[in-house]
């Protein structure tokens, strides 16, 4: 199988992950926080071991201002609900996932309202999004019950990274919380919290940093309180029937997947070894030589910012003569190539791709650990499903 359904969830992972998950479930499976025993002690290590290093790669300055959570949505949702009121305005970008839009559509219901700012640049700009332009739009959406403004950090429609530093700079400057949604990059693009002046970083487990599923987790700026999205036991001040006033416990309710979290922090720590710069190099290659590669096949339409610093691994394609779906299927049962087809969670990406009508794209996601011969075989099978229709062989 050569997968490139990365967008989605990593696989395979480094084999330390696996390992690492084994190790847990078997050793020390002990509920972390609520025990003196060595078990629940151990499960408890694992856990801030892995919020550590999640702090050394996202240079968080205390681990304890990062909380686990089941995924990006998961992390999205509690940003999101936990900072807006009715009242309140919220922009955001105009390419998010539905784990950003569906919760800001559903506080509409609760009376917070949203500005959605293109992201989107003229066709055939070079930049992805020209950062000025954002700028300038953020300016003009502001409002003074402006509450947060949440872009993602690259789409994963197509590709493109969002100009974070720029956005981070003008949030920062204007006093608004900056919920980036790093669901694209996390693990394969460099992200400081610092740097880019992020307050809120939401991030998956499962995708760029080699967890399993099941696994996030949401950064939060020192001074942010969230209201929690629920509340529970957390093995500390028990004796409270209020939820923690801060730190991670305010945000983790109930039993830890710390066999998912010990795991993670493998995937962590061999992105450490590796090196960000590295991971994003070669991903940056092989989307560059896949895009060249399909630019050479007649009737494949490329989305996105072309081959370059801006964009990742991410590569959406529609073919002229069959449905994504089809070749979808195709490319599963006869090459045993994994992609997805479709619209990948991301409705208003695609209507303003003009993709939306159509079904979408398909979704080409590459990994740290695909290589040169994955991209060719998938470029040679495109070539061929779209010739076969072509030449009336497939219909
Ligand atoms: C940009 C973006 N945001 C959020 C998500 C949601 O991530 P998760 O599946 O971890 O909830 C995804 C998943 O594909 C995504 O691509």
């Given at each position: ?122 066709a055939g700009t070079e930049y992805t999004t020209e950062p000025n332009a954002v700028r300038n739009a953020i300016r003009s ?255």
């Amino acid at each position: 199988m050569i997968y490139l359904d990365n967008a989605a969830t990593s696989w395979p992972k480094p084999e330390r992950v696996y390992i690492a998950a084994d190790k847990a479930l078997r050793e020390f499976s002990g509920n972390a926080g609520r025990s003196g025993h060595r078990l629940s002690m151990a499960a408890g290590r694992a856990i801030e071991e892995t919020r550590l290093l999640l702090a050394r790669l996202f240079n968080v300055p205390n681990p304890k201002n990062i909380c686990f959570t089941l995924n990006a949505t998961d992390a999205l949702n509690l940003a999101i609900k936990g900072i807006l009121r009715p009242g309140d305005h919220v922009i955001a970008g105009s390419m998010e996932h539905n784990s950003v839009a569906r919760p800001l559509e559903a506080l509409r219901a609760i009376g917070v309202e949203c500005t959605k700012v293109n992201v989107l640049p003229a066709a055939g700009t070079e930049y992805t999004t020209e950062p000025n332009a954002v700028r300038n739009a953020i300016r003009s959406a502001l409002r003074p019950n402006t509450k947060l403004a949440v872009f993602n950090h690259v789409s994963n429609v197509t590709g493109a990274e969002n100009p974070i530093g720029e956005i981070g700079a003008l949030c920062r400057e204007q006093g608004i919380p900056l919920l980036v949604d790093a669901a694209q990059s996390a693990g394969t693009k460099p992200v400081d919290v610092q740097k880019l002046n992020i307050d809120l970083l939401a991030f998956p487990g499962h995708k760029g940093l080699f967890g399993p599923q099941g696994t996030g987790g949401l950064y939060i700026r020192e001074g942010l309180i969230l209201s929690p999205l629920r509340e529970g036991g957390t093995g500390s001040r028990s004796e409270e029937l209020t939820q923690p006033p801060s730190g991670p416990d305010r945000y983790e309710s109930g039993t830890m997947n710390a066999a998912g979290i010990a795991a993670l922090g493998e995937g962590v720590r061999f992105i450490l070894e590796q090196g960000i710069e590295k991971i994003e190099e070669h991903e940056a290659a092989l989307s560059s030589r896949l895009i060249r590669g399909l630019q050479e096949i007649p009737g494949i339409k490329i989305y996105g910012p072309p081959p370059g610093p801006h964009r990742s691994g991410v590569v959406s394609v529609t073919p002229e003569n069959i449905e994504c779906a089809e070749a979808e299927l195709i490319l599963d049962d006869s090459f045993g190539i994994a992609v997805r087809a479709g619209l990948h969670c991301a409705p208003d990406a695609h209507r303003l791709l003009g993709t939306l009508a159509s079904g979408g794209t398909i979704r080409i996601s590459i990994g740290y650990l695909n290589t040169e011969a994955d991209i060719d075989n998938c470029i040679e099978a495109l070539r061929s499903i779209v010739t076969d229709v072509t030449s009336g062989f497939l219909s």
